[in-house]
Structures are given as C-alpha cells and as structure tokens.
C-alpha cells in the first residue's frame, strides 16, 4: 500500500491513562476535521495559530491562557497527549484551543486548495 506522505510518527496509542482515556470521550466538542471547522470557528477570534506537535500540550495551554483573544488550533496524533490536553482544558476553563488529531499534511494540505486560503 502506498501512502500519501512519508511517515512523520510512529505510533498513536503507546502508555495511556484511565483519565486521558475518559478525556478522549470528549474530544468531539473540540475537534477540528476541515477548512470548513476552522474558518467557522475562528469568526470569535482575532487571530490563529496552528500548533503541530503539541506532544502533551504545555505550550500550547501556556499560549492559550496568555493571548485569549486567539485561536489555537493543536495538532498531535499521540492519544495520550491528546487526552491530557483535553483534561487540562477542562480543569483550567479555556475556551480558545481545538485539536486535529489527524496527520496534520492532509489539514494542510485542504488550506492550500482551498479556493478562499484566507483564514
Ligand atoms: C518532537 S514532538 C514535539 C512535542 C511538543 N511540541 C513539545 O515541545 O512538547 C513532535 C510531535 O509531533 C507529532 N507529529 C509528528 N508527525 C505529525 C503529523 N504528521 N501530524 C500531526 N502530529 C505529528 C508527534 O506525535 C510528536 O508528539
């Protein structure tokens, strides 16, 4: 089989909490799958930034919690850190972080097609 990209991780799923499991429960409210999800999420926001890689998440909550008034958007395919994130932004009530837990090059990828390109 043939893939689309070179290979950029490894794996998803690796060590994992009961807690991280739970948070994934409720990534729906969170995620970001297309242009389409951004361009309406961003209407409440001046600004985005899309982090790749967001590993468990510190940076980007950091950045969150400093620059309310922008969007982020984090980026990561490790399930553990994906719940992690989600737990953290429950805790700390933020309301400017979504996730793509997708390879981030077919996201990218649809903003270059895209016939607006302007986010
Ligand atoms: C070196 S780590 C960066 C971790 C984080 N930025 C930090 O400083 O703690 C790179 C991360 O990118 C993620 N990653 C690699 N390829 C990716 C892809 N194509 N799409 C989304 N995430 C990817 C990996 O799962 C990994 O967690």
Redesign the pocket.
Known sequence: MRYK?LP??VK?RGRITQSQEDNLKLLPNFLIESYEDICREKTNFSKLIL??????G??IISLAQDNPDTLFIG????LA?IGYLIGEIQDLGLVNIRI?T????LLIEQILLSPLRQI
């Open positions: 990209f950029s991780f998803r982090e790749i890689g967001f590993g468990n510190e940076n980026s990561e395919v490790y850190g793509n997708g390879d981030i090059r």
